[in-house]
Each structure stands twice: as structure tokens, then as C-alpha cells.
């Protein structure tokens, strides 16, 4: 069984290695933009396909390093949660406009059932990298045009979507950092920790990050918190 120290060692080596990897990565970038500025317009379709290919490969690669840094926060313990209050009206529309960013011109229906004036206790960045994280997850894998559905009850937030679903063994790879199904990698989904990301999150909350699933059922995350008694 690994040892606790085996286990800093190692997120201490992911923090450094994500790290050292960024620096030469975004030079790279800079370099891959300088290149596009100096291409006209009238350059043959295929090399502005391959300076524009470039770019998105490098973003790629340093949102992986990215995550593979913020899970090793988590992982190591080194952050903690600030809760406070937060109306859900105002954090649902900072998520909508986060999650636009990242949808590429896929699409997704999302219906929000939550009362608006719902006031929660939560870190704001991290309840929001949670709810980013599984929204983009279930756009990956559900269908064109179809819709997922976010309800509230006793502190439970659940995320329901109809895309393919995952049986048993899938949900535990989806668990398991850098962990992938088949259906993930042939949807080129990313390097596996998106949803590990937020599930370390809401564990900082001292809350707890569910799965249910059943294939050709679609897929029900539930993200219980522990709220303050105070008023």
C-alpha cells in the first residue's frame, strides 16, 4: 500500500511537472501566434489550417497541464475551501458564461429547475470549476440537442443527462485519475480528470461526489453539501 509520504512525493513531482512543462509550452503558443500574424490572407487554406491546428494542440496540452496541477493541490491537501454565501441566480449565470467559453459550438439544452434565490455556503471558484467540470462532461457525451436537467433537494444538486451511460467498470475509470472508457477516447475526452477535479472539490467541502448511472439511461451526478445551520 503506498504511504502517505509516497503519496506527497508524487503530487509534489505532478505540481513541478505540470509546471516546468507550461513554461516552454506557452512560448510555443507565442511563437505559433507570431506565425499567424505574419501569414496573408491569400496563403494556401492548408497552411493557415495548420497555424490555426497549432494553436488549439498547445491550448490542449496546457489545459491538461492545468488540471493535472489542480488535482495535485487537491490531492496533496494544500487548499482549502472558504465558504460563503452565494445566490444561485448570480453563480448560475457566471458558470453559463465559463461553460461558453469551452463549448466549441457543441450544444447541450441545460434545464435549471433550482430556485433562483437559493442561497448556498460555498467557495465560489471551486463550486464553480465543479459545475463547469460536469456540465462540459455531459456535453461530451450526450446526444446533439439534448438536455440536461439540474435540480435541488436537501442539499443535494443532481445533474441528470441522457447521453449513452456507463455500466460499473466505466464509472470506476471515470474515478480513477487519467482514467478513460473506450467511449472516452473515442471521443477524444480529454485526459480524465475533469470530473476527479470536481470531485476532490466538493470532498475539500467536506461533501460528498456521486455517480449513477445505466447504459442507454444517461448518466445522474449528485454533488451533496453539508450546510451551515446558522440562518
Not at 506557452?26 to 494556401?44: Q, R
Not at 487548499?79 to 459550438?105: C, S, T, Y
Not at 444538486?157 to 447521453?163: I, L, N, S
Request: hydrophobic share 40%; with cysteine.
Amino acid at each position: 500500500m503506498t504511504s502517505e509520504n509516497d503519496q506527497q512525493a508524487y503530487f509534489k513531482y505532478m505540481r513541478s511537472l505540470s509546471h516546468d512543462l507550461r513554461t516552454p509550452l506557452t512560448s510555443a503558443l507565442g511563437y505559433a501566434l507570431m506565425i499567424e500574424e505574419c501569414l496573408e490572407d491569400d496563403e494556401p487554406e492548408e497552411i493557415l489550417d495548420c497555424a490555426n491546428n497549432i494553436q488549439i494542440a498547445i491550448h490542449c496540452m496546457v489545459d491538461m497541464l492545468d488540471k493535472t496541477s489542480r488535482l495535485a493541490h487537491i490531492g496533496s491537501g494544500n487548499i482549502q475551501a472558504h465558504p460563503a454565501p452565494l445566490n444561485f441566480r448570480l453563480f448560475f449565470d457566471i458558470v453559463m458564461k465559463e461553460l461558453g467559453k469551452r463549448l466549441e459550438g457543441r450544444t447541450l439544452s441545460i434545464m435549471n429547475t433550482v430556485d433562483p434565490d437559493l442561497s448556498i455556503e460555498a467557495d465560489l471558484d471551486m463550486m464553480k470549476q465543479v459545475f463547469v467540470e460536469v456540465l462540459e462532461n455531459a456535453v461530451l457525451y450526450s446526444p446533439p440537442n439534448s438536455e440536461c436537467i439540474i435540480s435541488y433537494d436537501e442539499d443535494t444538486f443532481v445533474f441528470q443527462d441522457k447521453g449513452r451511460g456507463m455500466d460499473d467498470e466505466a464509472i470506476e475509470k471515470a474515478l480513477t485519475p487519467f482514467g478513460q472508457s473506450q467511449d472516452a477516447k473515442s471521443l477524444g475526452a480529454g485526459c480524465g480528470l475533469g470530473i476527479n477535479i470536481a470531485k476532490g472539490l466538493i470532498e475539500t467541502h467536506k461533501g460528498q461526489f456521486l455517480i449513477e448511472s445505466s447504459v442507454g439511461f444517461g448518466t445522474s451526478i449528485k454533488i451533496c453539501l453539508q450546510q451551515s445551520d446558522n440562518p
